[in-house]
């Protein structure tokens, strides 16, 4: 069993940034992937991105690539997504999730957080 919860979220300006944590209980957080996903209201859960349980492969959305980072700290028990350059369409709640394996598809992933709401005001 884990238990993720998201925090790091908030208002910021266009060109911003802001860094997202998912802080998970339990001492197996390591043999997970974590994914990150955001939905906006009225709009379906969309994939970010994820890593691997040793923080050795990422894999992120195209629309993201060379602005969000994601990243692990095993020790800490603590995910992270480091969102940079941000414009107001990566306004939305970002959930991240724990899963056995590389997806982009939210059903693959087992354990979720509740979320943290990021607003890029223009």
């Known amino acids: 069993q884990v238990q993720l919860v998201e925090s790091g979220g908030g208002l910021v300006q266009a060109g911003g940034s802001l860094r997202l944590s998912c802080a998970a209980s339990g001492r197996t957080f390591s043999s997970y992937f974590v994914g990150w996903f955001r939905q906006d209201p009225g709009k379906e859960r969309e994939f970010v991105a994820y890593i691997d349980g040793n923080g050795g492969a990422t894999y992120m959305m195209n629309s993201v690539k060379g602005r969000f980072t994601v990243s692990r700290d095993n020790a800490k028990n603590t995910a992270y997504l480091q969102l940079n350059s941000q414009n107001p369409e990566d306004t939305a709640v970002y959930y991240c999730?724990?899963?056995?394996?590389?997806?982009?598809?939210?059903?693959?992933?087992?354990?979720w957080g509740q979320g943290t709401q990021v607003t890029v005001s223009s």
């Open positions: 999730a724990a899963g056995r394996g590389p997806a982009t598809m939210s059903a693959s992933y087992i354990y």
